[in-house]
Structure formats: structure tokens, C-alpha cells
């Protein structure tokens, strides 16, 4: 029989997306059962398309004792049935339930990936639980994965975790990126822009993630405000509103709706067609695990401004394959757009760089194959 592994992320979205294509090479060599909450559209295609069996069980996004106890009973009972070789947990939420849940139900090998640390821009009495709660579920982990050099400097310095316990996969993130089909299709663009109304003179600004403070929008609508006295340019954003942490504000989300220089389109399972309409693309964030939006639009041959924060810098070389700009500043944003405005054959080098930067660098295949290795390892040792 195959060694059984259980994956668990806190809501399937995460786990269709972050994920997507590893499940399913895993299910190769082990038998992987995934378990997130519920809902109507990604619960079942990631069953479906990663071809392994999964288990709902709900967990709450936000601290709320009762539902996270009823989520632990759950989790406990459900690895008592599954008996699995190793458990191995993505999100803080199900990494704090599903750890302890597989520590009391005696689970011999405990892994947790870090994707982002909420708490890096929270301050006061919230800061220190959540530093707390961190430090809970990485004590409960024989090994922890955070997915860029940046985290695992914050970690070191926040003093959460023994420094022995914490690995970095390949050159970072959490899946990698899958370059055969993040592919630019420059014989696409004049059709597709047409089809949102944007004009062959205009330059196309783009964005894909959270509406949200955090990752930079207010500064961004500020410096874009200068730009455009200066030339024809719109804003393309892919995404939905944050309504839960760090939402932006009423009139800044009026703004962005009925502003005729932004394009605010969404959300969409494949941004690759919008990708394909932008020229520049714009990633503000002040903080990161290691984005995924940032590798894709690299992979897509687009030139990136992104703040100078971990994850954005561990893929972005200023003046290489992209911008670096400090976080938090209108005018840094500003600044850099005005160089690649003025300058279309920087934008051009900085963009062909960035794909051959990610396909060198950053291949899904890689993370695959490194973290299959943990995999055997941990197995290997527990049976010697």
C-alpha cells in the first residue's frame, strides 16, 4: 500500500489554486486525501482533476472558539479513521487545527508550509496572538516550509521557531509556476483590448489580487492619478474586494468602479488572457509570502514594478527583470512607471528578462520534485 499523505488548507479555493497540478503528481507516489471546507465549485474540481479523494471538513478564516473546537473534534476523529503517515498543512488556520489534531491523534510526521504571515503589518494586543497562535503551530511541526528566504529571515528574527526545523524548497514559493501555460500570446493582445475598449495608443497598467490596503491600491490610485495628466494610460485590475481584513474604503471602491480609466473586471480561474492586455505590471504590496501574481506576469513576459519587500525581491533584480520600489510611497510607484512610460525598450528588456528568469528559476517542477524528497526522507526515518 502507498504511504498516505492528507494536504489540508483552510477554504478549497486555496487548495484549487496554490496547489493546482501538485496534488495530483503526489497521488503518484502516495496516497493523497485532501481536506478543506466545502463549496459549490472548487471542493469538486479539485477531486476531479487531481484525482484524489476528498474530505470536507469547514474551518473559520477568523478566530471563533466554538467553530474552531467543533473544527479540531472533526479533524481528530477524521485522522483516527484516515490513519495517515504524514499530515502536511498550508494557511494559519489549518495549520493550528490540523497539527494539533494530528499530535493528538498520534500522526508521526507533521508538516506546515508558511505561505505569508498576516500579523507582519498587524501591531498591539492582535499582533501578539496571532504571533502566538504562529508559534503554537510551528512548535507542533517536525519541519516548516516557508515559501521564501524573506519569511524565514522573519521567523529567525521573531524568535517562533528553532532555526533547525525551518527549510526553504528549491528557490522558493509553494507550487511554482507552471510555464508551459503561462505563455504570451503578443497575437492576441490588439484583439482582446479591443474587446474591453481600450484603444492601440493607450498603455495598459495591470494588477492581479486582493482589493485591499495591504496591498498597496490606495498608493497606487494616488501615483496613477500623475501619470495620466502625462499619458494615455489605464489601470486593468483582476481580483475582488477584500471584505474581511484590510478592506479599502467606500469611496475608494466607488472609485474604482466607475473611474472610465480602470477596468475593474474581477475575478477569473484563468487571468491569462488578461495578462496578454497589459503592458506593465504593477504589484505595490507591503507584505508577501512569495506572490504568485508577481511570478505569473513574469512568466507572461510582462516588465514588474513590485515593492523591495521578501518574495517580490527574491524574484525581482531591480534594473533586470524588473523595478524594485519601496513600500507604502505614491511616489515611488510614480517614479517607476514614469521610467518605463518614457522608455519602451526598457520595458521590452525588462519583460523578455523576466520570463527567462522564471523558467530558469521557478518551474512548478522543481518545488515538486524537492518537496517529494522531504516526503521520502521523513517516510525513510520513521521506518529506520
Not at 517614479?335 to 519583460?351: F, H, I, M, V, Y
Request: proline share 5%; hydrophobic share 40%; net charge positive.
Amino acid at each position: 500500500m502507498k504511504p498516505k499523505i492528507i494536504r489540508i488548507t483552510t477554504v478549497p479555493v486555496s487548495m484549487n489554486i496554490i496547489l493546482k497540478g501538485q496534488l495530483a503528481y503526489m497521488n503518484q507516489f502516495y496516497e493523497v486525501v485532501g481536506v478543506t471546507g466545502r463549496d459549490e465549485k472548487h471542493f469538486c474540481e479539485i477531486a476531479q482533476r487531481e484525482g484524489i479523494r476528498m474530505i470536507p471538513i469547514e474551518l473559520s478564516r477568523v478566530i471563533s472558539p466554538f467553530k474552531d473546537l467543533k473544527s479540531l473534534f472533526q479533524m481528530y476523529f477524521m485522522m483516527l479513521r484516515e490513519k495517515p503517515d504524514i499530515v502536511h498543512t498550508h494557511t494559519p488556520k489549518a495549520g493550528l487545527i490540523g497539527l494539533l489534531a494530528a499530535k493528538l491523534a498520534g500522526v508521526p510526521v507533521r508538516l506546515h508550509t508558511v505561505g505569508g504571515i498576516p500579523w507582519m503589518e498587524v501591531f498591539g494586543f492582535k499582533r501578539n496572538m496571532l504571533k502566538q497562535i504562529e508559534k503554537i503551530t510551528y512548535g507542533l511541526a517536525h519541519r516548516v516550509y516557508p515559501n521564501s528566504k524573506g519569511l524565514i529571515q522573519f521567523i529567525h528574527e521573531q524568535k517562533i521557531c528553532p532555526s533547525e526545523k525551518v527549510k526553504l524548497l528549491a528557490n522558493g514559493g509553494s507550487n511554482g509556476i507552471n510555464t508551459d501555460y503561462f505563455v504570451p500570446q503578443p497575437e492576441l493582445k490588439q484583439t482582446l483590448r479591443l474587446k474591453q475598449g481600450i484603444n492601440d495608443n493607450e498603455i495598459v497598467l495591470g494588477f492581479v489580487g486582493r482589493m485591499a490596503r495591504e496591498k498597496g491600491i490606495n498608493e497606487w490610485l494616488t501615483a496613477f492619478e500623475e501619470v495620466r495628466k502625462q499619458f494615455k494610460v489605464k489601470i486593468l485590475l483582476i481580483g475582488l474586494f477584500e471584505k474581511t481584513y484590510g478592506g479599502l474604503t467606500s469611496e475608494v471602491e466607488e472609485k474604482i468602479q466607475n473611474d472610465p480609466d480602470i477596468l475593474f473586471l474581477g475575478r477569473f480561474d484563468d487571468v491569462r488572457p488578461y495578462y496578454n492586455m497589459m503592458d506593465i505590471f504593477v504589484f505595490p504590496s507591503y507584505r508577501e509570502g512569495f506572490p504568485n501574481a508577481v511570478l505569473e506576469a513574469c512568466a507572461m513576459g510582462l516588465p514588474v514594478i513590485a515593492t523591495d519587500i521578501n518574495g517580490c525581491n527574491e524574484i525581482i533584480q531591480n534594473g533586470v527583470n524588473g523595478i524594485l520600489i519601496k513600500p507604502k510611497s505614491s511616489e515611488a510607484i510614480y517614479k517607476a512607471l514614469l521610467n518605463l512610460l518614457e522608455n519602451k525598450e526598457l520595458r521590452l528588456k525588462l519583460g523578455e528578462q523576466a520570463r527567462t528568469e522564471v523558467v530558469k528559476k521557478f518551474r512548478r517542477e522543481n518545488i515538486w520534485r524537492a518537496l517529494k524528497d522531504e516526503y521520502d526522507t521523513f517516510l525513510i526515518n520513521r521506518r529506520t
